[in-house]
């Protein structure tokens, strides 16, 4: 059982815009700023947007982040083949340690 | 380029201590926050703890009582330990960099399959 939610599936096609939720609580998102990862199959996690919104450089624009009080989002637009992956959201929570979503696989159609 | 890369037994039997390493190239492990996290098979991911490159630790609440982390600066390399382990410590465990807590893991090493079983 993850401390932050995610949907365990979200699709698309190529082209369109898909939205991924992490909500949380008080003490995490409420709290403490977003990050998002991006897991390829068979691949170490990639860190796509920490902070809440910000980039790590050679991540495209397409990807874009935001929070409102307890909850967050991950937005892809122009949805790509290669944007099927596994997306984790997570947060600090002031319990002191890291928490985790429990991941949304994207499919894209 | 930061590179981490995890070493360590595959096969752990059930009772005994998990070791692992990580060693960072093509950077220093000072002013940062080192970290491990798991994977089990098909599952999410569990943050395991961080050491500091002075040597402080912050573990998780869950596993607290079973982990012990360690930094050796002069190797550029930090270790975790996870004592009695059972099956429901199998995961592939990775090592990540962070560089102020809360602001994301942005180096991470390939991951380490580790298998708890007699």
């Known amino acids: 059982q993850s401390v932050l939610t995610q949907p365990p599936s979200a699709s698309g096609t190529p082209g369109q815009r898909v939205t991924i939720s992490c909500s949380g609580t008080?003490?995490?998102?409420?709290?403490?700023?977003v990050n998002w990862y991006q897991q390829l199959p068979g691949t170490a996690p990639k860190l796509l947007i920490y902070t809440n919104n910000q980039r790590p450089s050679g991540v495209p624009d397409r990807f874009s982040g935001s929070k409102s009080g307890t909850s967050a989002s991950l937005a892809i637009s122009g949805l790509q083949s290669e944007d099927e992956a596994d997306y984790y959201c997570?947060?600090?929570?002031?319990?002191?340690?890291?928490?985790f979503g429990g991941g949304t696989k994207l499919t894209v159609l | 380029q930061v590179q981490l890369q995890e070493s360590g037994p595959g096969l752990v039997k059930p009772s005994e201590t998990l070791s692992l390493t990580c060693t960072v190239s093509?950077?220093?492990?000072?002013?940062?926050?080192w970290n491990w996290i798991r994977q089990p098979p098909g599952k999410g991911l569990e943050w395991i703890g961080y050491?500091?490159?002075?040597?402080?630790?912050n573990y998780n609440p869950s596993l607290k009582s079973r982990v012990t982390m360690s930094v050796a600066t002069s190797k550029n390399q930090f270790s975790l330990k996870l004592s009695s382990v059972t099956a429901a410590d199998t995961a592939v465990y990775y090592c990540?960099?962070?560089?102020?807590?809360?602001?994301?893991?942005?180096?991470w090493g390939q991951g380490t399959l580790v298998t708890v079983s007699s």
């Open positions: 050491t500091y490159y002075t040597g402080s630790t």
């Open positions: 990540a960099r962070t560089e102020r807590l809360a602001t994301g893991f942005d180096y």
């Open positions: 997570a947060a600090w929570d002031d319990s002191l340690k890291e928490v």
């Open positions: 093509g950077g220093s492990i000072r002013s940062y926050y």
């Open positions: 008080r003490s995490n998102i409420g709290s403490n700023t």
